[in-house]
């Protein structure tokens, strides 16, 4: 899909893989529409780009949101919300939240802005997923079952869609990236390897994902292996996970 001229809205717009993802678009000659809830930054933000912004909290303003952006011709899905520590001792409301911003957010949203698409027989949906929606990470089992079931999502979805080629439905696996993502959740990330990449190289993933029409893109792509590994062996996988961490 061309997105030079294309109107795109990017949640998470705000900061990290989101502003990378916006900067990124306005270079290709896109028009965009910046969702986030942090005011300051977003509008930085979309002075920067070209774009308008929308403040808001996509747990209760989507349609509000979804009112304001549309039509679109490119919606990209980033926002997103971790939690990391036991399971047994998180708190209801936090589960809540990582379901709400992770995984009932980008369906809502999708669910309001594809019908223009579908009138238009062209269009572009990207939910920005994580590795740990692909393997599981101890640790974060809500954040990677709502991230999982984003992946699940969009697969039924993308087949759903079928009857409608103009329209394509990627699903886009970061590894660590160096955003602020772990200070928000509390918990800030230690280990050597691997070491986080850029925000920049998860937004040109996004951006080849659109133009080339692509179903699946692990950024960096190595994580491509362990994702094939835990679902042909998932004994083999887990009992490596565990040695590794």
């Known amino acids: 899909m061309r997105i030079d001229g294309a109107r795109v809205l990017i949640t998470g717009a705000s900061s990290g893989v989101g502003a990378a993802t916006a900067r990124a678009m306005a270079a290709a000659g896109s028009r965009l529409v ?8 977003l509008h930085a933000v979309a002075a920067e780009t070209g774009g308008r912004a929308v403040v808001g909290d996509l747990t209760t303003d989507a349609p509000v949101l979804a009112g304001q952006a549309a039509p679109v011709d490119v919606l990209v899905c980033n926002a997103g919300a971790g939690w990391a520590g036991a399971f047994a001792g998180m708190p209801l409301r936090d589960v809540n939240e990582l379901v709400a911003v992770n995984l009932t ?17 062209r269009g572009h949906v990207v939910f920005v997923s994580s590795i740990a929606g692909a393997v599981g990470v101890a640790g974060e089992a809500v954040y990677s079952a709502a991230k999982a079931g984003l992946v699940v ?3 039924a979805l993308r087949d759903e869609l079928s009857e409608f080629p103009g329209i394509g ?11 602020p993502f772990f200070d928000r959740r509390g918990v800030p990330y230690d280990r ?7 925000p920049e190289r998860v937004a040109r993933g996004i951006v080849t994902a659109i133009r080339r029409g692509r179903s699946e ?4 792509g190595w994580l491509r292996l362990p994702a094939r590994l835990r679902g042909a062996a998932p004994g083999a996988f887990h009992r490596l996970a565990r040695r590794t961490g």
Do not use: H, K, N
């Not at 910046?34 to 930054?41: C, M, P, V, Y």
């Not at 050597?192 to 850029?198: A, E, G, L, Q, V």
């Open 34 to 41: 910046l969702a986030g809830r942090d005011r300051q930054r």
């Open 153 to 155: 999502f969009a697969e």
């Open 217 to 220: 893109c692990y950024v960096p």
């Open 192 to 198: 050597r390897w691997p070491r986080p990449i850029p």
């Open 169 to 179: 439905v990627s699903v886009v696996f970061p590894g660590v990236v160096a955003t």
């Open 105 to 121: 957010a980008p369906m809502e949203l999708a669910r309001l802005l594809l019908p223009g698409m579908i009138e238009e027989r």
